[in-house]
């Protein structure tokens, strides 16, 4: 199985200030048929589902702010949130889609 | 956008089965690859399988030998079972639906509500 793994474990960062999260797997998720990378990044609050921001690495789903920002190729990707808001104090996850079984990171608290 | 809404018995004892359905609410399921994923404070979010079209199925090798996924297309719906439960089982489980149509390999969206399933004596 692919492993992924975030760092850091959790992070607190001030209102309107940049939070960096990382994320790191044991092989490349780029898939050289279509230069794609298969990866997403969740959002998951307090009794909710993980609920999608990002996929392809860098494509914003629908209605998400664009403080949140996708980046990355091969093994090595980053999810940025450029001003950090009150409502996304949560846990964070990549996920790795590349191969099956698709695989999580272990999750990255983000506090205000 | 359709809504996954799942049931299913909360508490169980060692060696039963987990039994948990999902319900595709405004949408079809026979469109797409539905999935199952359970988190746990040890393990995290885990994959535990899919389904495609009622017969196209793919499980997670760590739980192969005790696992089934159905799918009622006449009711809109998707099952897990999952035999022989033990502690390490305890956990929320998630339906979720492939987030790129008929295609295996992608990401999850929309999510069900989730279930706490608790295995305990």
């Known amino acids: 199985d692919i492993v992924m793994t975030q760092s850091p474990d959790s992070l607190v960062v001030s209102l309107g200030e940049r939070a960096t999260i990382n994320c790191k797997s044991t092989q490349s998720l780029l898939y050289d048929s279509n230069n794609k990378n298969y990866l997403a990044w969740y959002q998951q609050k307090p009794g909710q589902p993980p609920k999608v921001l990002i996929y392809?690495?860098?494509a914003r789903e629908i209605g998400v702010p664009d403080r949140f920002r996708g980046s990355g190729s091969g093994t090595d990707f980053t999810l940025t949130i450029s001003s950090l808001q009150a409502e996304d104090e949560a846990v964070y996850y990549c996920q790795q889609y590349y191969t099956t079984p698709s695989t999580f990171g272990q999750g990255t608290k983000v506090e205000i | 956008q359709e809504e996954l809404q799942q049931w299913g018995a909360g508490l169980l004892k060692p060696s039963e089965t987990l039994s948990l359905t999902c319900a595709v609410i405004?949408?079809?399921?026979?469109?797409?690859?539905w999935t199952w994923i359970r988190q746990s404070p040890g393990k995290g979010l885990e994959w535990i399988g899919q389904i495609y079209h009622s017969e196209n199925n793919n499980y997670n090798p760590s739980l192969k030998s005790r696992v089934s996924i159905s799918m009622d297309t006449s009711k809109n719906q998707i099952s897990l079972e999952l035999r022989s439960v033990t502690a390490a089982d305890t956990a929320v489980y998630y339906c979720?639906?492939?987030?790129?149509?008929?295609?295996?390999?992608?990401?999850?969206?929309?999510w069900g509500q989730g279930t706490l399933v608790t295995v305990s004596t």
């Open positions: 979720a639906r492939a987030g790129m149509g008929a295609t295996r390999d992608t990401w999850f969206d929309p």
């Open positions: 392809w690495a860098s």
């Open positions: 405004g949408g079809s399921s026979s469109a797409y690859y």
